[in-house]
């Protein structure tokens, strides 16, 4: 038996108890009627009884696991007269296929494959391969992932300028005509009229202004569309188009061409989705893939008509623009249409003086080729190589001229080109063979190797190209000349795609120091950090420790001065990010030096607090083995504590809940093996620096208790002086931290586990206690209680962990100086003063789980024990003294109980009475001796109770009728026949 330690037991438990006198009980209540007599149970044979009955398995042919067995089927086709086709088939298998014998044995898509004509399905085939060759695939980045960035990027603050068309009276609703060619007149009177000048210019206009001018402008092009004025509808479109060509505002000509070019795209489609709409009868729609064939003389008229009025508008720029906005509707015309006018419309750009309003009318007629015509990359091509032959105007004397008019630097100028370069680069590079990069770098060269344009060449092509190359871009970039476009944005190009793909290994240092040289000696801390960040990847990836921290140390030595990391806090978040990415061994990373000094320069407490979420987030992702590495710990502790420190009143929930699943995720990883005072070391430590955060501080006492666990299993259970002062300590850290949780059923599953742990570890006396302190904090549970985020009643969760602690308790022995069951007294005197809701049954139904308690501990022996623990079945053995105890509390329950059916006899609450009557026969049933006449007559009651007002669960008595005449049939169960006749079914009438 098992000592308690501070009880003072000068003789032994089961003596002592024998003569333990009746302590007074709080719950005394009216005495029962019906005393209880429970049941003696053998708990082996009701396990061997219902222990499912062994059938020996023959193994066949047949197994549900067993492989599937293809066959193949030959099928026979009967043509009779007078009846239908016939198919047997042929298996060179016996094993049948369910799914083959519905068909008999044929698959239909083997049969239509059969029947069809093996020419017209390789020609199938050769167009599907051509058409999927030709479709723009995923990894081609569309147009409108760059437009928010141009309209971010390219901003001004001078004063802007537009024409707005005004309308005209000609041609509206005034009197009706019916004639063609009147209709046809007043159309081109209009279309003069417009030429001549029924615009208004507005000055002055901000940015803003400007923007919300031009949306006017395409909602005012949808509204004359959708009322039929389709002259209104064009004429907005080519002055729209002939903004285009103003560069009197040079630095805003990137933006002003997005939002334009969205008017020409929505022009486009209207037209096109018109003149489809007219190709639709009655009989047919075109299919996706139509020919002209396939399209009535109506549509082509229509189409027709468009491109003549476009042909007829005297400007360049706008009658490129227009065309080249519906370009898709040369379908309707021809196979060859769209072939025929792209290399057409790229010599029309040739007449463009400008070369920027050139470079942007090519990558719009780029924009429009790769939506059409993808597969037409030689019209694309020489769109581009036009453009080289005019590259030189640049630096003419026109565009000088222009740039010392509106006072800008040509570094300010040549960055605008970049947006429509990258773009032309970019749609005649995707699916380019390597070739066309090597002559992109001869016509560079030829260049002088300008710098706009070399930079566009790395931006547009394939990473693995660039790499390969690495070495002939970084001897072109040293000798580009850097006025107006620097050097140190060519390295960051070429960082990047080094980024995507690696490049020789033999030259990988040579590319690292090249670039660094360039980089190191930068000045300005913006353009530094900016090209730094790409390097950083590169460095992490190819080379070791040591070279990150000369590069992390680097950065350190730009940023620090003047406080310039305050300014670059998102490239420095991402230089961290790919450091981490990259280096998964924790201990060699917190090894590098220079890795908390730059952790340092996160001042900014938010920036700071994310910065320590993304390392604490790789390291839980990475770590794969617990650790003791005193680096590790100490510098995670210190991230954590970072972490733990930001939380605050204001802080949200869910960012609670975050911050403590990453502490918590550190705190399993943490292991110092056998070692387990140097563990609970960690554990007292991580406690005091994660006070705040209450799932850090559960999760410390399950690891707590996990230890104390640990060591009883490495014991053995034979506790040394040694051990169990250990363990002693463990449960006091448990017993102190428990109390400074919030969640009050947190604290109540606490406070059993715990006990749990403490009983399991022979400290009966802190068991004691921490039962105790359960029990006392039960009055204090409130009537309602927060479930993420919403406020739910309290007492199915009470219910729930009293089940709980009842199944323990019944382990737990008596103390020696308290009277018989005290543990199970003071409980049942709380949940007597506990306040229930009135229209709940839950103290009832805790009360039937008292009622199996106290049935259960009246057994020899119980039904589980804890190891080297004395539960009261050994220390009375049976007495007769602590039965009779045991029995009186069984009465003053089944008292609460019946008193509780007698107040459900409202019509309001028969259906509860009904439903609790039903269940307390059911516990009698399991845990009572109907043997004896007064339980078995409180039984049959009960059962007609349930019955007596119509509300009873009719299935649910069958059942337990039907089980009760089973269990009669099983030795000494012949009591139970007797009682089986005076059980009624009533039927509902």
Same mark, same amino acid.
């Given at each position: 038996?098992?000592?308690?330690?501070?009880?003072?037991?000068?003789?032994?438990?089961?003596?002592?108890?024998?003569?333990?006198?009746?302590?007074?009980?709080?719950?005394?209540?009216?005495?029962?009627?019906?005393?209880?007599?429970?049941?003696?149970?053998?708990?082996?044979?009701?396990?061997?009884?219902?222990?499912?009955?062994?059938?020996?398995?023959?193994?066949?042919?047949?197994?549900?696991?067993?492989?599937?067995?293809?066959?193949?089927?030959?099928?026979?086709?009967?043509?009779?007269?007078?009846?239908?086709?016939?198919?047997?088939?042929?298996?060179?298998?016996?094993?049948?296929?369910?799914?083959?014998?519905?068909?008999?044995?044929?698959?239909?898509?083997?049969?239509?494959?059969?029947?069809?004509?093996?020419?017209?399905?390789?020609?199938?085939?050769?167009?599907?391969?051509?058409?999927?060759?030709?479709?723009?695939?995923?990894?081609?980045?569309?147009?409108?992932?760059?437009?928010?960035?141009?309209?971010?990027?390219?901003?001004?603050?001078?004063?802007?300028?537009?024409?707005?068309?005004?309308?005209?009276?000609?041609?509206?609703?005034?009197?009706?005509?019916?004639?063609?060619?009147?209709?046809?007149?007043?159309?081109?009177?209009?279309?003069?009229?417009?030429?001549?000048?029924?615009?208004?210019?507005?000055?002055?206009?901000?940015?803003?202004?400007?923007?919300?001018?031009?949306?006017?402008?395409?909602?005012?092009?949808?509204?004359?569309?959708?009322?039929?004025?389709?002259?209104?509808?064009?004429?907005?479109?080519?002055?729209?188009?002939?903004?285009?060509?103003?560069?009197?505002?040079?630095?805003?000509?990137?933006?002003?061409?997005?939002?334009?070019?969205?008017?020409?795209?929505?022009?486009?489609?209207?037209?096109?989705?018109?003149?489809?709409?007219?190709?639709?009868?009655?009989?047919?729609?075109?299919?996706?893939?139509?020919?002209?064939?396939?399209?009535?003389?109506?549509?082509?008229?229509?189409?027709?008509?468009?491109?003549?009025?476009?042909?007829?508008?005297?400007?360049?720029?706008?009658?490129?623009?227009?065309?080249?906005?519906?370009?898709?509707?040369?379908?309707?015309?021809?196979?060859?249409?769209?072939?025929?006018?792209?290399?057409?419309?790229?010599?029309?750009?040739?007449?463009?003086?400008?070369?920027?309003?050139?470079?942007?009318?090519?990558?719009?007629?780029?924009?429009?080729?790769?939506?059409?015509?993808?597969?037409?990359?030689?019209?694309?091509?020489?769109?581009?190589?036009?453009?080289?032959?005019?590259?030189?105007?640049?630096?003419?004397?026109?565009?000088?001229?222009?740039?010392?008019?509106?006072?800008?630097?040509?570094?300010?100028?040549?960055?605008?080109?970049?947006?429509?370069?990258?773009?032309?680069?970019?749609?005649?590079?995707?699916?380019?063979?390597?070739?066309?990069?090597?002559?992109?770098?001869?016509?560079?060269?030829?260049?002088?190797?300008?710098?706009?344009?070399?930079?566009?060449?790395?931006?547009?092509?394939?990473?693995?190209?660039?790499?390969?190359?690495?070495?002939?871009?970084?001897?072109?970039?040293?000798?580009?000349?850097?006025?107006?476009?620097?050097?140190?944005?060519?390295?960051?190009?070429?960082?990047?795609?080094? &980024?995507?793909?690696?490049?020789?290994?033999?030259?990988?240092?040579?590319?690292?120091?090249?670039?660094?040289?360039?980089?190191?000696?930068?000045?300005?801390?913006?353009?530094?950090?900016?090209?730094?960040?790409?390097?950083?990847?590169?460095?992490?990836?190819?080379?070791?420790?040591?070279?990150?921290?000369?590069?992390?140390?680097?950065?350190?030595?730009?940023?620090?001065?003047?406080?310039?990391?305050?300014?670059?806090?998102?490239?420095?978040?991402?230089?961290?990010?790919?450091?981490?990415?990259?280096?998964?061994?924790?201990?060699?990373?917190?090894?590098?030096?220079?890795?908390?000094?730059?952790?340092?320069?996160?001042?900014?407490?938010?920036?700071?607090?994310?910065?320590?979420?993304?390392?604490?987030?790789?390291?839980?992702?990475?770590?794969?083995?617990?650790?003791?590495?005193?680096?590790?710990?100490?510098?995670?502790?210190?991230?954590?504590?970072?972490?733990?420190?930001?939380?605050?009143?204001?802080?949200?929930?869910?960012?609670?809940?975050?911050?403590?699943?990453?502490?918590?995720?550190?705190?399993?990883?943490?292991?110092?093996?056998?070692?387990?005072?140097?563990?609970?070391?960690?554990?007292?430590?991580?406690?005091?620096?994660?006070?705040?955060?209450?799932?850090?501080?559960?999760?410390?006492?399950?690891?707590?208790?996990?230890?104390?666990?640990?060591?009883?299993?490495?014991?053995?259970?034979?506790?040394?002086?040694?051990?169990? &002062?250990?363990?002693?300590?463990?449960?006091?850290?448990?017993?102190?931290?428990?109390?400074?949780?919030?969640?009050?059923?947190?604290?109540?599953?606490?406070?059993?586990?715990?006990?749990?742990?403490?009983?399991?570890?022979?400290?009966?006396?802190?068991?004691?206690?921490?039962?105790?302190?359960?029990?006392?904090?039960?009055?204090?549970?409130?009537?309602?209680?927060?479930?993420?985020?919403?406020?739910?009643?309290?007492?199915?969760?009470?219910?729930?962990?009293?089940?709980?602690?009842?199944?323990?308790?019944?382990?737990?022995?008596?103390?020696?100086?308290?009277?018989?069951?005290?543990?199970?007294?003071?409980?049942?005197?709380?949940?007597?003063?506990?306040?229930?809701?009135?229209?709940?049954?839950?103290?009832?139904?805790?009360?039937?789980?008292?009622?199996?308690?106290?049935? &259960?501990?009246?057994?020899?022996?119980?039904?589980?024990?804890?190891?080297?623990?004395?539960?009261?079945?050994?220390?009375?053995?049976?007495?007769?003294?602590?039965?009779?105890?045991?029995?009186?509390?069984?009465?003053?329950?089944?008292?609460?109980?019946?008193?509780?059916?007698?107040?459900?006899?409202?019509?309001?609450?028969?259906?509860?009475?009904?439903?609790?009557?039903?269940?307390?026969?059911?516990?009698?049933?399991?845990?009572?001796?109907?043997?004896?006449?007064?339980?078995?007559?409180?039984?049959?009651?009960?059962?007609?109770?349930?019955?007596?007002?119509?509300?009873?669960?009719?299935?649910?008595?069958?059942?337990?009728?039907?089980?009760?005449?089973?269990?009669?049939?099983?030795?000494?169960?012949?009591?139970?026949?007797?009682?089986?006749?005076?059980?009624?079914?009533?039927?509902?009438?």
């Amino acid at each position: 038996m098992a000592s308690r330690a501070g009880r003072g037991e000068a003789v032994s438990g089961r003596e002592k108890r024998a003569g333990c006198p009746d302590t007074s009980a709080h719950v005394t209540g009216k005495m029962a009627v019906f005393p209880w007599h429970p049941r003696s149970r053998n708990y082996k044979a009701e396990f061997a009884s219902c222990r499912l009955e062994a059938v020996p398995l023959e193994f066949g042919d047949y197994h549900p696991l067993k492989p599937i067995t293809v066959t193949e089927s030959k099928t026979k086709k009967v043509s009779r007269k007078g009846s239908t086709s016939s198919t047997s088939s042929s298996s060179s298998s016996s094993v049948v296929d369910p799914l083959s014998s519905v068909l008999d044995g044929t698959d239909p898509l083997s049969m239509f494959a059969a029947t069809a004509d093996p020419a017209a399905t390789d020609s199938s085939r050769k167009r599907r391969d051509r058409d999927e060759n030709s479709i723009i695939g995923s990894d081609f980045e569309p147009w409108a992932n760059k437009r928010g960035e141009i309209l971010a990027r390219y901003t001004t603050t001078e004063k802007l300028s537009i024409n707005l068309f005004m309308g005209s009276e000609k041609g509206k609703a005034g009197t009706a005509t019916s004639a063609m060619s009147e209709k046809v007149r007043t159309r081109l009177e209009e279309l003069d009229d417009f030429e001549e000048g029924s615009q208004k210019e507005l000055l002055n206009l901000t940015q803003q202004d400007y923007v919300n001018r031009i949306e006017e402008l395409n909602q005012s092009l949808k509204d004359a569309w959708a009322s039929d004025q389709k002259v209104k509808a064009l004429k907005i479109v080519i002055q729209c188009s002939k903004l285009l060509s103003d560069t009197s505002v040079i630095q805003f000509y990137p933006s002003k061409f997005v939002l334009i070019t969205d008017i020409l795209d929505t022009f486009g489609k209207l037209v096109y989705e018109r003149i489809f709409s007219m190709c639709v009868d009655n009989r047919s729609v075109l299919p996706d893939h139509f020919s002209p064939e396939n399209v009535n003389d109506t549509a082509k008229e229509t189409c027709l008509n468009w491109f003549f009025k476009i042909a007829s508008i005297r400007e360049l720029i706008p009658r490129f623009y227009v065309e080249a906005s519906i370009l898709k509707c040369n379908k309707f015309l021809s196979k060859t249409g769209i072939s025929e006018c792209l290399p057409r419309l790229t010599c029309m750009i040739r007449g463009i003086g400008d070369p920027l309003v050139s470079v942007y009318a090519r990558a719009y007629l780029c924009r429009v080729g790769m939506e059409v015509a993808p597969h037409l990359k030689e019209s694309l091509n020489k769109n581009f190589f036009d453009f080289l032959l005019t590259f030189k105007q640049i630096h003419g004397d026109t565009v000088q001229n222009q740039l010392v008019v509106q006072g800008v630097e040509l570094p300010s100028y040549l960055p605008l080109y970049s947006p429509a370069m990258d773009w032309i680069f970019q749609c005649i590079s995707y699916h380019a063979p390597e070739a066309l990069l090597t002559e992109m770098m001869e016509r560079c060269k030829k260049l002088g190797n300008n710098a706009l344009l070399l930079n566009s060449v790395m931006s547009a092509f394939r990473a693995e190209f660039i790499a390969t190359r690495s070495m002939d871009f970084i001897g072109m970039i040293k000798e580009c000349d850097e006025s107006g476009f620097p050097k140190h944005l060519l390295f960051r190009s070429l960082g990047l795609n080094l &980024a995507l793909a690696d490049p020789p290994e033999g030259d990988r240092l040579q590319i690292l120091n090249e670039a660094w040289k360039v980089i190191t000696k930068l000045k300005n801390p913006q353009d530094y950090i900016n090209c730094a960040e790409v390097w950083v990847e590169y460095t992490c990836k190819h080379f070791t420790k040591r070279e990150v921290n000369t590069v992390l140390a680097d950065v350190i030595k730009h940023m620090t001065p003047d406080r310039a990391f305050e300014d670059s806090y998102p490239q420095l978040q991402s230089i961290i990010k790919k450091v981490i990415a990259h280096f998964h061994d924790f201990s060699i990373l917190f090894s590098v030096e220079k890795f908390l000094p730059f952790l340092d320069m996160f001042q900014k407490e938010s920036v700071r607090v994310e910065v320590c979420k993304c390392i604490m987030e790789v390291f839980i992702k990475h770590q794969q083995e617990p650790t003791k590495d005193p680096v590790i710990l100490n510098a995670l502790l210190h991230v954590c504590k970072t972490t733990h420190d930001s939380v605050n009143a204001l802080t949200l929930e869910d960012e609670k809940r975050t911050l403590a699943y990453l502490i918590n995720g550190f705190i399993k990883m943490v292991s110092f093996g056998r070692d387990f005072e140097q563990q609970l070391s960690f554990y007292v430590e991580a406690r005091s620096m994660f006070c705040n955060l209450e799932p850090v501080l559960v999760q410390l006492i399950h690891s707590v208790n996990r230890l104390a666990m640990e060591t009883r299993k490495v014991m053995k259970g034979n506790h040394s002086r040694k051990t169990a &002062a250990f363990v002693r300590a463990c449960v006091a850290y448990c017993f102190i931290t428990i109390p400074s949780l919030v969640g009050i059923f947190t604290r109540l599953n606490l406070y059993l586990h715990s006990g749990q742990v403490a009983l399991a570890n022979q400290c009966l006396s802190q068991a004691d206690a921490f039962f105790k302190a359960a029990i006392s904090l039960i009055p204090e549970v409130p009537k309602m209680i927060n479930i993420d985020g919403k406020m739910r009643p309290s007492e199915s969760f009470l219910l729930e962990f009293l089940c709980n602690f009842f199944s323990t308790l019944l382990i737990v022995p008596d103390h020696p100086e308290h009277g018989v069951l005290f543990l199970v007294r003071e409980l049942l005197n709380v949940i007597q003063d506990y306040t229930w809701e009135d229209s709940s049954d839950d103290k009832i139904r805790i009360y039937t789980c008292v009622l199996h308690l106290l049935s &259960a501990m009246s057994q020899e022996s119980y039904l589980y024990h804890v190891d080297k623990v004395d539960s009261n079945d050994s220390l009375y053995g049976g007495d007769s003294k602590f039965l009779a105890e045991n029995n009186k509390l069984c009465e003053t329950v089944m008292a609460q109980i019946l008193e509780h059916l007698k107040t459900l006899a409202k019509d309001e609450a028969l259906k509860r009475q009904s439903s609790l009557g039903l269940s307390f026969f059911n516990s009698i049933l399991a845990h009572g001796d109907l043997r004896n006449n007064r339980l078995n007559q409180l039984s049959v009651n009960l059962w007609h109770l349930a019955q007596r007002h119509g509300c009873a669960d009719t299935r649910t008595m069958v059942k337990t009728l039907e089980y009760i005449k089973k269990r009669s049939k099983q030795p000494d169960m012949g009591h139970l026949t007797e009682l089986a006749l005076r059980l009624p079914l009533q039927t509902r009438t």
